[in-house]
């Protein structure tokens, strides 16, 4: 048996968009709280792992062209960079 639907059910409550503007606001009121200050040990933390990624790839390129390996230098830098790029751009977006 088909439901039976009347009006409105059907369509949505569109006359909330339709009040006049004087009846009441849109915004009632907002809450601004400061921001969280930049933590100066994570800094450093995250600024001596960047100095680590760089010496590894270094490393990993000195020992690529160095050694015959059946890989490239990539396969190795790149995921190590994206999870820092990741961990960085975690640290500096969070609320």
Same mark, same amino acid.
């Given at each position: 048996?088909?439901?039976?639907?009347?009006?409105?059910?059907?369509?949505?409550?569109?006359?909330?968009?339709?009040?006049?503007?004087?009846?009441?606001? +849109? $915004?009632?009121?907002?809450?601004?709280?400061? =921001? /969280? &200050?930049?933590?100066?040990?994570?800094?450093? @933390?995250?600024?001596?792992?960047?100095?680590?990624?760089?010496?590894?790839?270094? +490393? $990993?390129?000195?020992?690529?062209?160095?050694? =015959? /390996? &059946?890989?490239?230098?990539?396969?190795?830098? @790149?995921?190590?960079?994206?999870?820092?790029?990741?961990?960085?751009?975690?640290?500096?977006?969070?609320?």
């Amino acid at each position: 048996m088909k439901p039976h639907y009347t009006h409105h059910q059907m369509f949505a409550n569109t006359t909330r968009f339709n009040r006049d503007p004087e009846d009441a606001p +849109l $915004v009632e009121e907002v809450h601004v709280t400061k =921001p /969280v &200050p930049a933590n100066p040990r994570v800094e450093r @933390f995250i600024l001596i792992g960047w100095i680590l990624i760089a010496i590894k790839h270094v +490393l $990993v390129i000195w020992a690529v062209q160095r050694y =015959p /390996v &059946p890989f490239h230098q990539l396969w190795i830098n @790149f995921p190590t960079f994206l999870l820092g790029l990741m961990a960085t751009w975690a640290y500096y977006t969070h609320e």
